[in-house]
């Protein structure tokens, strides 16, 4: 049984799905906030009334205002969203990503599918909350270094770059911030092979690891060769809650192999040091 402490907010102008859905909610367990019909009504509701959840359908009232409203209440205030649409096509679902939503209910639904994704919902929300809350304390730290810096969820979604990572990777913040990392910043193997990062052995080993001679795609420029050391980030001792990644332009020509080992060993202390 869900917490009844746990508020949600329903976004819905069908009477009858907004009806089933507050019964569904209430069986198990949730605070089932005054319904919302409209985007306007929703921004002014989270607002006032600070939900834990969103159930937001993506076309109210005719108009995909939902995906708006959506957009809005996730860069303003980090809300956590999971759509409702009766749609499942790829052009409704392509719209409704920029959101980076918490997941999706397709009308009409089944109650056991309503359940589990409201639970991982707001298990990723509670997750990415302890997430942020760290990285602000973090953030001085992590942004004084002098190398370009990264952290990732354990969703692989980047959740923080400090001021040199955007003159590195040769984009916007706004083209970083919030994408996954291996869409964001793409990395090659010196030979050219596409590179990747293997965060998932990182969160279960709890051990940093080191990438030598990468090759960052910039674009509109020349490609750039870092080395990159990636480490845990942890909440406690024994809580790892993501990934911290730090980058060191290298020069081939000046620096031996010995040299560039020595260096990735340093960066991985410094990383080290900030937690």
């Known amino acids: 049984m869900a917490t009844p402490n746990i508020r949600i907010l329903i976004v819905e102008d069908e009477p009858v799905v907004k009806l089933h859905l507050k019964s569904c909610l209430e069986q198990m367990g ?5 319904p919302a019909s409209t985007g306007e009504e929703a921004i002014q ?10 159930l937001m359908d993506i076309v109210l009232e005719g108009r995909s205002d939902g995906i708006k409203a959506a957009e809005t209440l996730s860069r303003e205030h980090e809300a956590p969203i999971v759509f409702l649409t009766a749609y499942s096509d790829d052009s409704t679902l392509k ?4 959101c980076q939503p918490y997941g999706y209910i397709v009308k009409p639904f089944k109650e056991e599918d ?3 994704t409201i639970e991982m919902a707001l298990f990723k929300s509670k997750q990415e909350k302890i997430l942020r809350s760290n990285l602000d304390f973090n953030a001085s730290l992590l942004d004084s270094i002098d190398y370009p810096v990264l952290a990732v969820d354990c969703s692989e979604n980047i959740i923080f770059l400090n001021s040199r990572i955007p003159a590195l990777l040769g984009k916007s913040e706004i083209d970083i911030f919030g994408k996954e990392f291996d869409k964001a910043v793409p990395l090659y193997s010196e030979n050219g092979d596409p590179l990747e990062i293997s965060f998932s052995r990182i969160l279960v080993s709890g051990c940093a690891e080191q990438y030598e001679g990468v090759v960052l795609n910039v674009p509109g420029g020349e490609n750039r060769v870092v080395d990159i050391a990636v480490s845990p980030f942890r909440k406690t001792p024994e809580k790892i809650i993501g990934s911290v990644i730090i980058f060191r332009n290298v020069t081939e020509s000046t620096l031996s192999r010995e040299e560039k080992l020595e260096n990735l060993k340093n960066l991985i202390q410094l990383l080290e040091s900030q937690q």
Do not use: D
């Open 30 to 34: 949730y605070q089932v906030l005054p």
């Open 45 to 54: 509701a989270y607002q006032s009334q600070k939900p834990h959840l969103i």
């Open 95 to 98: 719209q409704a990503r920029v």
């Open 114 to 116: 309503l359940k589990s």
